[in-house]
């Protein structure tokens, strides 16, 4: 199953906490991990999360003040994010092309304003407060089983076989044939479903990859993997492997 990275922190920042579980099995297909990032001692200078896109949608409560809340996902580039001297986020990772919800309240960038949209994630929000990262997943859950019963969150016959395959697919022409669609079919289907093109997943999916494969299991030759991985991350990936846990 596909299993994305998480974001970058950079390794001299020793006092954030990154902790991650699994959800229920009767979420597979559809939630990827519930996440919690919390410092454990105020920092002197702010912190900057590198955030790397990786198809998935993510639902985020700030736990320092509630009303903040969003639905958000990057493209495909990076994106830094500064979160400030003292945080703590609590969150739900959802597989690529599952989110059903309005297009427009997907944010693209730091979250930092009250959440005024129409989703229960004020009241989420207000639910995980202080309460231990354990208990708080049954909150998410909740929630989850929500979005489900909503049709806001619905498993994606398309996404799910691509990524079943992933190591199979080369090109956007290898991933219309594991679909068994044309490319025109695809294209519509992956923009509806997902935002993205063909092209834009597949680069997007292969960054992931190429942090658990080979370079050239994926690209035709180490200059190609430099140019991608940059484009994406900013860094070549000496210097990002350098700077950041992966």
Request: aromatic share 12%; glycine share 6%; charged share 20%.
């Given at each position: 199953?596909?299993?994305?990275?998480?974001?970058?922190?950079?390794?001299?920042?020793?006092?954030?906490?990154?902790?991650?579980?699994?959800?229920?099995?009767?979420?597979?297909?559809?939630?990827?991990?519930?996440?919690?990032?919390?410092?454990?001692?105020?920092?002197?200078?702010?912190?900057?999360?590198?955030?790397?896109?990786?198809?998935?949608?993510?639902?985020?409560?700030?736990?320092?003040?509630?009303?903040?809340?969003?639905?958000?996902?990057?493209?495909?580039?990076?994106?830094?994010?500064?979160?400030?001297?003292?945080?703590?986020?609590?969150?739900?990772?959802?597989?690529?092309?599952?989110?059903?919800?309005?297009?427009?309240?997907?944010?693209?960038?730091?979250?930092?304003?009250?959440?005024?949209?129409?989703?229960?994630?004020?009241?989420?929000?207000?639910?995980?407060?202080?309460?231990?990262?354990?208990?708080?997943?049954?909150?998410?859950?909740?929630?989850?089983?929500?979005?489900?019963?909503?049709k806001l969150l619905v498993c994606n016959p398309v996404t799910e076989k691509i990524l079943a395959k992933l190591d199979a697919i080369h090109t956007v022409?290898?991933?219309?044939?594991?679909?068994?669609?044309?490319?025109?079919?695809?294209?519509?289907?992956?923009?509806?479903?997902?935002?993205?093109?063909?092209?834009?997943?597949?680069?997007?999916?292969?960054?992931?990859?190429?942090?658990?494969?080979?370079?050239?299991?994926?690209?035709?030759?180490?200059?190609?993997?430099?140019?991608?991985?940059?484009?994406?991350?900013?860094?070549?990936?000496?210097?990002?492997?350098?700077?950041?846990?992966?």
């Open positions: 199953m596909y299993d994305p990275i998480q974001d970058g922190m950079d390794k001299t920042a020793r006092a954030v906490r990154y902790a991650v579980e699994k959800p229920p099995k009767r979420f597979s297909g559809l939630v990827h991990c519930y996440w919690e990032l919390k410092t454990e001692t105020r920092f002197v200078d702010d912190f900057c999360l590198h955030a790397m896109p990786d198809a998935c949608v993510n639902i985020l409560f700030n736990q320092m003040e509630t009303a903040i809340a969003g639905v958000t996902a990057l493209r495909t580039r990076h994106e830094v994010l500064n979160l400030g001297k003292s945080f703590h986020y609590v969150g739900i990772q959802l597989l690529p092309g599952v989110w059903q919800g309005d297009p427009e309240e997907i944010a693209d960038q730091f979250v930092g304003t009250p959440y005024k949209g129409k989703l229960p994630l004020v009241a989420t929000s207000k639910k995980l407060a202080r309460r231990g990262f354990t208990v708080q997943q049954d909150v998410l859950s909740e929630l989850v089983q929500w979005f489900i019963d909503t022409a290898d991933m219309a044939s594991v679909v068994c669609m044309s490319a025109r079919q695809l294209q519509r289907i992956l923009k509806q479903t997902t935002g993205f093109s063909p092209h834009d997943l597949l680069k997007v999916l292969r960054i992931q990859q190429s942090f658990k494969l080979h370079y050239l299991d994926l690209y035709a030759d180490q200059s190609h993997y430099i140019h991608s991985f940059r484009k994406v991350t900013g860094y070549t990936p000496a210097k990002y492997i350098n700077k950041f846990d992966v």
